[in-house]
């Protein structure tokens, strides 16, 4: 491939590097010039454009993408079309994604201009998450790279998704004198919620107390038709010859491992019984946040193998996000008096969306008491403790924008707004003055955020140090807004389509603070009827 200015003349096939405009028509990046593109930019006077021209046994963008993505050898994958030289790969049903990381990096190694990212190796994932990206740099690839690729995926199986399994799950915890039933029933509950993406269901559940004989009992009791027994105990496991290790033994089983290299999660314990394997729980996993637990009985209920040398494995990565009783590893909260660090938070408003389900009229001009949201929400982010504000635009920028006069606002246009909310977020962050320890992300189409819940949201992130991320909850349920810190910036730009800093957020990155503002973190307006509801009036 030639890169470089093209006179007219020869342009016919090659590939446009930049959008041109040519007169009337607006000729985008990436297009494959014909008779009439050609006619079109010699009728504006352009007499030569800067383009790819392909060689013999070249593969334009698209097709490279589509041949690499065609040659992984995956299961439970869904491969999407191809676009700006990028195959996105999506998960088909709910489980755990596994990854040969030898064939990934053999396959990035091949050429620079051919690329393939991927979640991490045991990562839970729901359906339709992205899972990995094939990604062709330039406008296209010599045909001898792609066969080079496609060898190296004949191999073996790339990656794929094993699915998770409706498993009979038994349930048992012991109690001490105190133990409050209220733990215990809340327990229940967050085990519920841990197995429901499975289809799993808690078949088996007992409450004995705490001492070996009485575990015992009851852990041969829930062999009989479980396909895995988990027994939290009332007392943290502090020796291999503790209540549940022993009591498993004295069931008649085995303990293959006590102890793992995970954070929260140190002190989980991996039997069987017969044929069923059981866990003993660390305490942590009475929390719902993800911890050690969380890796194992993923891949139990994944049918994947979980022995002592795996969770040996599991260190490298196994420094998770803290449980909120325990905000660093073994260190002191600070004194309650403590004086906290001011942080400099800079406020991001996301406005460029096209507002598609909307059927026609922009959401964000819609008027709530005579004022257009976008206005709205800006007005309630400069009113907050944030250092200044950035709004994004994108689909109709101009009356936006317009909207937001004599607000002591900036504004970047975000030219590839169609491509995505992760292209706005982008946008958002680039903007941040270096100054700022983390960005304030707002949606420009939530009416009921307010001042004091963003404030709120800013005190928590100061108390972190400017470290953590903090998310807005209602009911326990992740929401919006979210305030990023700068140590996460970077991760954003491998962000990809119409997705945000969800998966992003989840990843243990950082730290993640949830900070319940009620019902106004889940409250949009994406449709007319929730605008309705919201008590907003689309303009005449």
């Given amino acids: 491939m030639k890169f470089g200015p093209v006179p007219l ?9 930049h959008a041109t405009q040519a007169g009337t028509r607006r000729i985008k990046k990436g297009t494959r010039l014909g008779a009439a593109e050609i006619a079109a930019l010699r009728e504006a006077g352009i007499a030569e454009v800067a383009a790819a021209v392909l060689d013999p046994g070249d593969l334009d963008e698209n097709e490279a993408a589509r041949r690499i993505a065609a040659a992984l050898k995956s299961r439970g ?57 094939v990604k062709i740099i330039p406008f296209a ?52 919620a841990r197995l429901e993406p499975s289809g799993s269901a808690i078949a088996f559940e007992r409450r004995t107390p705490h001492d070996e004989a009485s575990l015992a009992r009851a852990l041969a009791d829930a062999t009989a038709g479980s396909d895995i027994v988990i027994a939290f105990g009332a007392s943290a496991v502090s020796d291999g010859d503790d209540v549940i290790p022993a009591a498993i033994r004295g069931a008649g089983g085995t303990v293959e491992r006590f102890g793992m290299p995970v954070d929260p999660g140190n002190l ?11 866990l003993g729980a660390p305490g942590c996993a009475r929390s719902p946040k993800e911890n050690g637990f969380d890796w194992v009985l993923d891949r139990m209920l994944a049918g994947l193998d979980v022995d002592a040398g795996t969770i040996a494995g599991m260190g490298v990565g196994g420094l ?7 905000p660093q590893p073994r260190e002191a909260r600070p004194p309650a008096d403590a004086q906290t660090k ?35 929400s800006a007005e309630r982010a400069l009113a907050s ?19 937001l006069a004599g607000l002591a606002v900036a504004t970047r246009r975000n030219p590839d707004f169609a491509q995505g909310l992760s292209t706005s977020l982008k946008a958002g962050l680039h903007a941040v003055p270096e100054a700022a320890d983390g960005a304030l992300v707002l949606l420009a ?18 108390r972190s140090g400017g470290r953590a991320v903090v998310r807005a909850t209602h009911n326990g349920k992740r929401g919006n807004p979210v305030i990023l810190p700068r140590a996460v910036f970077v991760a954003v730009d491998g962000l990809a389509g119409d997705t945000g800093a969800r998966h992003l957020v989840e990843s243990g990155l950082a730290e993640v603070i949830d900070v319940e503002i009620g019902a106004a973190a889940s409250i949009d307006v994406d449709t007319q009827d929730a605008l309705a509801r919201a008590g907003g009036v689309l303009e005449e």
């Fill in 268 to 278: 989980l314990v991996k039997g069987h019984i017969g044929a069923v394997p059981v």
């Fill in 9 to 17: 003349d020869r342009a016919e096939g090659a590939i446009l590097a």
């Fill in 320 to 326: 998770l996000m803290e449980i909120a009783t325990r």
């Fill in 385 to 403: 403790r944030a250092d200044g504000l950035t709004v994004i635009l994108g689909h109709q920028a101009e009356r936006v924008a317009a909207a």
């Fill in 77 to 133: 994958v869904e491969v999407r079309d191809a676009a700006t030289g990028r195959v996105n790969l999506h998960a088909g049903p709910a489980g755990v994604f596994c990854v040969d990381r030898a064939l990934i990096d053999a396959i990035n190694a091949v050429d620079p201009a051919i690329t393939i990212a991927t979640l991490n190796d045991h990562v839970r994932v729901e359906p339709g998450r992205m899972v990995a990206t």
């Fill in 342 to 376: 001011p942080a400099n938070v800079h406020a991001v408003l996301l406005a460029a969306g096209r507002s598609s389900r909307m059927g026609g009229p922009n959401k964000l001009l819609a008027s709530f008491d005579d004022t257009p949201l976008v206005r709205r």
């Fill in 445 to 462: 189409d939530m009416p009921a955020i307010g001042t004091a819940a963003l404030d709120a949201l800013i005190d928590a992130f100061e």
């Fill in 141 to 192: 690839v010599a045909g001898t790279l792609v066969d080079a690729v496609e060898a190296i995926a004949a191999r073996g199986a790339v990656f794929g998704v094993h699915p998770f399994a409706a498993r009979r799950v038994a349930l048992i915890q012991t109690s001490l004198p105190g133990t409050k039933p209220s733990v215990l029933d809340k327990t229940v509950k967050t085990m519920r």
